[in-house]
Nanobody, 121 residues
Framework: QVQLVESGGGLVQAGGSLRLSCLAS????????MGWYRQAPGRQRELVAR???????DYADSVTGRFTISRDNAKNTVYLQMNRLKSEDTAVYYC???????????????WGQGIQVTVSS
């Protein structure tokens, strides 16, 4: 059974930084896409950043230049470095993977449990 485990959230002042991590646990052969979404109160879940295996990352316009997504395929982990945080970045952040191959199993779309990021102004 493959699960996504997020860590690194918390409370930070505006202008500060946080680093989120998401580990895909289990016996994994490959992961196609790893990414981060967020959902603020009263708003729809939105894409923050994603990275395809062997490809370039994509970012939401609102975080371009401030956030950096990276992945360590050997560790089945994706990171989100968030700099120059703003109050509008406050949300629950969700790790997402698409296309995990694990033995004979295939997980087309997995979500983490979500982790709170709060930016105080």
């Amino acid at each position: 059974q493959v699960q996504l485990v997020e860590s690194g959230g918390g409370l930070v002042q505006a202008g500060g930084s946080l680093r989120l991590s998401c580990l895909a646990s289990g016996s994994i052969f490959s992961i196609n896409v790893m990414g981060w979404y967020r959902q603020a109160p009263g708003r729809q879940r939105e894409l923050v950043a994603r990275i395809v295996s062997g490809g370039s990352p994509d970012y939401a316009d609102s975080v371009t230049g401030r956030f950096t997504i990276s992945r360590d395929n050997a560790k089945n982990t994706v990171y989100l470095q968030m700099n120059r945080l703003k109050s509008e970045d406050t949300a629950v952040y969700y790790c997402n993977t698409k296309g995990i191959r694990s033995g004979s199993a295939y997980y087309p779309d997995l979500w983490g449990q979500g982790i709170q990021v709060t930016v105080s102004s």
